[in-house]
């Protein structure tokens, strides 16, 4: 778990430091007449400061010596992001409808390991009820594709 | 009688059709999420933001955001009882005694118990919020930029030292939260700040796409870290009402978790679930039979349900009166007020006093409605419960990305979504507590401003932070907060070191 720790406390002060020195090019101004870059510059410099100070609290030997993921607990969030990150970008291409209607075959084979009944009645109606919620009851513009 | 004629007011609109009807929607949302395990408050309200903007009129959909929330501390319990599982994070301490209640057979007596306390909790709360919110609300216009500067700073810093374990990390991610805000333009002078050149960052981010981000598909990921199993208690749930020796054994309990409950959410950062937590210890603190805690006391079923309640209401006190919201989902209210063009804080109450008689009086009315939606159909939330996660789980991230895309019509918000939902879950993992992060994005715009406005009033001087009385007096326990923090980080750290042994080895 330390060594997670250590990692992200090493991002975060990165992140702080970078963070300050692009806040301090927007224009620092003075305390007089602060700049765009005043209220960042402060943060991005506690920011730093604090991650640093945690960083070393995180380093020495692990007393907790926890997994961060037991076993493979990764992998079904893993191809939730990715099943997620690749429906943002469908539904440009292909349209609400189909994208919707893919989205829940793959989250119910890949990720639920459902059965076939149930994966191919959610995924009918589960896209038809989304469809005549938002498209038609509530209104909303949603993307059109090739089909719909 | 002049007294209560704005609250007579804030009744005769809450009961028009309309606000009724959104108000048992909200009650009925609350309670659903409530008991479906994976869902809390703030992602669901973050969910429906979209249709609150949709709906217009800024009291009605207040209304029903409002219901969602404090529903969901009702419903939360039944998940607890009869599952084992908290249905959201406020009834965890709930499964405890809940559960061998109902494995004992006396599920009923122990919803009956949770959804009667939440009630008398509830109204005790709102009856609080009705009092203290005016005055509080006259004393907060006296604040100029420099005592709200260090309202939000003590604010940020309660919400970071109450959220969790560890402070450093809580701090970390207000800072983050803070940073995030301040991505887009500069209100004041135009400039672009930390955009990269990418035209989507040029509005900042957006708070929507921000916060189902993080609560609402960083929870779902974690979720499916395991397969939900639980074993439902089954048996016929009866005598719902409790007995005259129930109410014996609990009364003070409920006294006790609703006074608890008051106080904790008046403070940023407490919230309904650090007040369940201590109202159950307290319990078992002054209970002449602590053993009996644990085994199926119904003292530990009614004063964590009565706090949590009680919480939820007077957590719209800081933030209907100071515009400082103390937990995620009343951060997600005090969007959608924005949202509505509504401000909140010491002005809300001058400047739309129907808006906010009406969300009070109808808190009254909701608690009515949680009671008989709680009690008589406590069978069709058990029904619910039967539904697998593992169909509700797409239904749930697909109505995120409907409601992110629906904002502006953007499908690059749905991959930024996605991308916060992925950040939610590593942070989560990390131990790192999300709530200070979204408090502190909420709050970075009016602390930049009032931080700017202060310092332009004193010509660049940054004693007037220390020379006006109430900002000291709050920037002071800042200060002593922060001192406590590491002295007792210190003298754990010392207390936890190895005895050396005087004798060598």
Known sequence: ?148 | MDAFSPLWNGFALAVTPGNLLFALIGATLGTAVGVLPGLGPAATISLLLPLSYALGNSVTSIIMLAGIYYGAMYGGSTTSILLNIPGEAASVVTCIDGYQMAKKGRAGAALGMAAIGSFIAGTGGVVGLTFVAPPLSAFALKFGPAEYFSLTILGLMLATYLSGKSVIKGVIMAILGLLLATVGMDPVTGNTRYTFGLMILEDGFDFLTLGMGLFGLGEIFTTLEQKMKAELVTTKITNLWPTLKDWAISKWSVVRGSLIGFFVGLLPGGGAVIASLLAYAVEKRVSKEPEKFGTGALEGVASPESANNAAASASFIPMLTLGIPGNPAIAMIFAALLIQGVTPGPLLIKEHPDLFWAVIASMYIGNVMLLVLNLPLVGLWVQMLKVPYSILAPFIVLICSIGVYSMKNDVSDVAMMVIFGVLGYILRKLEFELGPLLLAFVLGRILERSLRQALLISRGDISIFVTKPISAFLLGIVVLMILISIFWSMYTRFKARPVPSNGRA
């Open chain 1, 1 to 148: 778990m330390k060594r997670w720790e250590r990692i992200a406390a090493a991002i975060l002060t990165f992140i702080g430091v970078g963070a300050a020195a692009i806040a301090y090019d927007l224009g620092f101004g003075d305390f007089n007449h602060p700049g765009p870059g005043f209220f960042p510059f402060w943060l991005s410099a506690i920011l730093a400061l604090v991650s640093s100070v945690y960083l070393l609290t995180r380093l020495g030997a692990d007393s907790r010596r926890v997994p961060l993921w037991e076993r493979d607990t990764w992998v079904r969030p893993s191809q939730a992001g990715v099943v997620m990150f690749l429906y943002a970008l469908s539904l440009a291409w292909i349209g609400f409808f189909s994208s919707t209607f893919l989205l829940f075959l793959v989250w119910l084979i890949l990720i639920e390991r459902e059965k076939w009944l149930t994966i191919i009645l959610v995924s009918t109606l589960g896209t038809a009820c989304l469809y005549l919620a938002f498209t038609v009851f509530l209104r909303v513009p949603l993307p059109r594709g090739a089909i719909f």
